[in-house]
């Protein structure tokens, strides 16, 4: 396995002789070997090794007892520790994410500042040949675009220097021998096994099937990955060269342009991506409910014939189609009025903030999905009508008697009051409320085998 790794890290030169490289040591098997790999080559490359251990306060005494495992084999072999404790629940209440986002997030943070405390050039990661081909695989299940199917990087940049992983180009299988061989004991992680995890459920199901198919896939599956990152690469500096001919400002309306002709003349694959580089470079943070959807509608805005078109994407920017040009702005939202009569059907509509709302007639009755509402046709009065919120608007839902203030139910969610005319209703022609979208459904029944008309709520 050395043998592997060593040609892996010459060939990216992945490592310098003479530079401090942190470790980041869990105590599990794929770490543990990574640090002892290192430790072997210390003395030859005169690096300064600093193993990091991050206790994320998930799995109580189990994770304490794994700190002092790597802090007594530290102490053992002569490395240096850091360890540090990270409040994972307290962050995932605080932004609403999972617990494994929220973890990777905090652990990443972390690295970031130990490297600059430490003036590190390097922090080594055990991610290995396995890990790459579930990456892979989650990618392909959920991804659209070429960049988010790359795979893990073997190297790439974080604070004043880079996260490198020597060890992608070997399996897990060789690494616990490699520990079984050098007589470590690793610590296990039973949530390992948990197969409440996507990532855990192709770990067990999946990969041993791509394993009888390839015993190799793992190498395959890199090969593959670099190669797409290497494209990838290519084609960014080509869309960014492309943008910068093509984006110009324009200081006294505050609106930057694109001339829709010359923007159509490139290549596809480089209008997705200076698309998207464009709204990088737009926003200044992009928002997280930007979707392929976003792409495939601006896309087809410079198809469509019809002239005088506006998007609108999230947090204010509108994209305006105007005499063959394309006009970027931002436009403050929050306090504007939004209504749109719907009569003919299918159709999308999409909000002031991006997000979008599809409707369709169906025929089944029942469905129990936040963000997907059925109402018998025959109970309602087209036009349907989309609008924000006024004062005073009134509904009712199950469980209720009477009606109930938008207001109070929006304040019981605890939706804070900048966000509140985010919100969107759903009525009909006589103005009753059918759906506060995304918090309370009017519960209208119809009868059996008649049409329904469906909306569905795209984040």
């Not at 130990?114 to 991804?143: C, F, N, P, W």
């Not at 190498?219 to 001919?245: F, G, N, P, V, W």
């Not at 306090?335 to 003919?344: L, R």
């Amino acid at each position: 396995m050395k043998k592997k790794v060593l040609s892996f890290m010459h060939r990216h030169r992945l490592l310098e002789k003479n530079t401090t490289v942190l470790v980041a040591v869990s105590g599990g098997p794929d770490s543990m070997a990574l640090l002892h790999l290192l430790y072997d080559m210390k003395k030859e490359w005169n690096l300064r090794l600093i193993a990091i251990t991050i206790d994320h306060q998930l799995r109580g005494e189990e994770a304490l007892a794994d700190v002092r495992y790597v802090r007594d084999y530290c102490e053992q072999i002569g490395v240096e520790h850091d360890v540090v404790s990270i409040d994972v629940h307290q962050y995932m209440k605080q932004h609403k994410l999972g617990t494994q986002v929220a973890a990777r997030t905090l652990r990443y943070e972390v690295f970031a500042e130990k490297m600059q405390h430490y003036d590190a050039a390097y922090i080594a990661m055990g991610h290995h040949g396995d890990d790459q081909i579930e990456t892979m695989v989650m990618s392909l299940a959920r991804s659209t675009v070429l960049n988010s199917m790359t795979g893990i990087p073997y190297e790439r940049p974080l604070a004043n220097g880079s996260i490198i992983r020597p060890l992608l180009v070997v399996t897990k299988a060789e690494i616990e021998d490699y520990c079984h061989t050098y007589q470590l004991s690793p610590r296990i992680d039973p949530t390992n096994f948990e197969q409440i995890y996507t990532r855990n459920k192709i770990r067990h199901t999946i990969l041993p099937t791509l394993k009888e198919v390839n015993s190799n896939v793992h190498t395959t599956i890199q090969r593959l990955s670099e190669t797409l990152q290497e494209d990838e690469l290519y084609l960014l500096e080509q869309a960014e060269s492309m943008k910068k001919d093509l984006l110009t400002y324009d200081k006294a309306r505050q609106r930057w342009t694109i001339e829709i002709n010359r923007y159509k003349q490139y290549a596809l694959p480089l209008q997705r991506r200076c698309f998207r580089l464009t709204l990088d470079y737009l926003y200044e943070e992009l928002p997280d409910n930007l979707s392929h959807i976003h792409e495939t509608l601006f896309l087809h805005l410079q198809e469509d014939t019809t002239s005088n078109q506006v998007l609108h994407f999230p947090h204010g920017l509108f994209i305006e189609k105007s005499y063959g040009k394309l006009h970027f702005y931002f436009k403050q939202i929050k306090d504007e009025a939004f209504e749109v009569k719907v009569g003919q059907l299918p159709t999308t509509i999409t909000f002031p903030n991006g997000h979008m709302l599809a409707i369709e007639k169906v025929m089944t009755k029942e469905i129990d999905e936040p963000y997907t509402y059925r109402v018998p046709l025959s109970k309602v009065k087209l036009p349907i009508h989309i609008r924000t919120r006024r004062n005073g608007d009134r509904m009712t839902y199950k469980g209720l008697n009477g009606t109930k203030k938008l207001k109070d139910i929006l304040m019981d969610e605890k939706i804070p009051r900048e966000e509140r005319n985010q919100y969107y209703v759903v009525t009909d022609d006589t103005e009753v409320i059918l759906w506060l979208v995304g918090l309370r459904k009017n519960h209208i029944e119809g009868i059996n085998e008649e049409e329904y008309l469906q909306f569905t709520y795209i984040q």
